[in-house]
């Protein structure tokens, strides 16, 4: 009986060591949907806290940017994909994630608590700022992972 149940700790920790990588990945780039276009908005950072993500809890997403206009309105469009599924969209009034009206460097900090139960791996998030006309200010995409396991901590990302 003894070496059944040390055979199923074996297994399952060899399982949990082919598994974790992949829960904990860490993506720490982001990119411009059009890499050609000249935003009016610059992204320079991305902050993830805590990550990796966690289903059950609050994970705030902090842009630090930087315009050269004076922006007094807005939205955020956001869409967020799971392997090759969408699985998310929301649309965010730009002056409740930002101190409007916004000019220079400024962030954008959205906060949002995902459900108990998120499927781990890695996502990817696209955001879209659109100004009061619907005029594109910019469009950035990035990877995040979501985790099983606890360990917290901030990342930061950069282009």
């Known amino acids: 009986m003894a070496m059944a149940a040390m ?5 399952l920790l060899f399982l949990l060591c082919l598994v974790s990588p992949l829960t904990s990945a860490k993506s720490t780039d982001f ?8 935003y009016d908005v610059k992204v320079s950072q991305i902050n993830i806290t805590p990550y990796p993500v966690k289903g059950g809890r609050t994970t705030t ?55 108990g139960f998120t499927p781990p791996g890695s996502y990817t998030l696209t955001m879209k700022m659109v100004d009061e006309k619907n005029k594109q200010l910019s469009c950035i995409t990035f990877s995040f992972s979501i985790s099983l396991f606890d360990e917290p901590q901030a990342l930061s990302a950069s282009s």
């Not at 055979?7 to 297994?11: E, I, M, N, P, S």
């Not at 940017?65 to 699985?87: C, M, P, R, S």
């Open 61 to 115: 997403f902090s842009i630090i940017a930087e315009t050269g206009q004076n922006l007094t309105g807005g939205k955020l469009v956001i869409d967020v994909n799971y392997l090759f599924f969408h699985v998310h969209h929301e649309t965010i009034d730009l002056c409740k994630e930002t101190s409007c009206p916004a000019s220079g460097d400024f962030v954008i900090s959205h906060s949002q608590e995902l459900p």
């Open 7 to 11: 055979k199923l700790f074996v297994t």
């Open 31 to 38: 990119e411009y949907c059009n890499k050609k276009a000249n």
